[in-house]
């Protein structure tokens, strides 16, 4: 199954015309979410009557859709039966399953001689970044931790007088945690951490895309969680405080933004136990 064609990077790159049947043919089963249906449509059928690909190729599609919602049941009873809902999602076993993938998957992919991870307890913290939800959950939990933290959240993009707030209020603390995120769309947001490490202690956090991490081969401490979830800051929060030791290796490899050569190897990550 494809992720959302609506997105603007295939469309322009490709053409609504084409993206549905290079995704046929590079294996997915189900379009997701076409901009627009009978364009889709069209191209698939038009690819069919001239060759780009079989019927075949359709029908194999279409027999692993029905096989899958035979197993689940949904060829016979297709309906949701909402109040019932609650009885199979968001239950404390699917939390469980959560917090143990978030707590497995946050990667340690760059740590300096220096060490900055824990994070020492005497020490005073500024969180920042992009993100207010994973800036505030991250606050809480350093909080309940017993850590001095100050929360500063910016904007994806922030201005110079943003900018220039938060290195003020780094200047306060002895180290800033800085959350990003989609580092290629948001030039100011690159100058912020650059800032931030030029000024001092700082760990940067790709909250979402791991190959954020690709902008800053100075960095001190480099973090991957893949997510500004709940889950995931907490179990960057229990790192940062010493109660949790990194296990997740990165999986994907990394590059340096624009450039072929590798930051980060499939399957980098440091990692440690903690006593």
Known sequence: MTDSLTMGAIRERFGDDRVPVLALKAGADILADPPHLPTAFRAVMDA??????SEERIDRSVERILRLKERLGLLDDPMVDVDAVPESVGTKANQAVAEAVGNASVTVLQLRPTRRLPVPEQWSILLTGWNDAGVRTLESELQTAGRSVEASWTPADPTDTEIDAVLRRARKHDITVVVTGYLGAYPQQRQLVRDLIRQGRTIIVSARSPYDVGWFPSAPVLV????????SMRALARIIAGELGPTGTSPVRIPY???????????????????
């Open 48 to 53: 069919v009557e001239g060759g780009t690909l």
């Open 224 to 231: 991957a969680t893949y997510g500004s979830t709940p889950v």
């Open 257 to 275: 933004p624009g450039r072929p050569q590798t930051r980060f190897p499939f399957g980098a990550g440091k990692t440690w136990e903690v006593p």
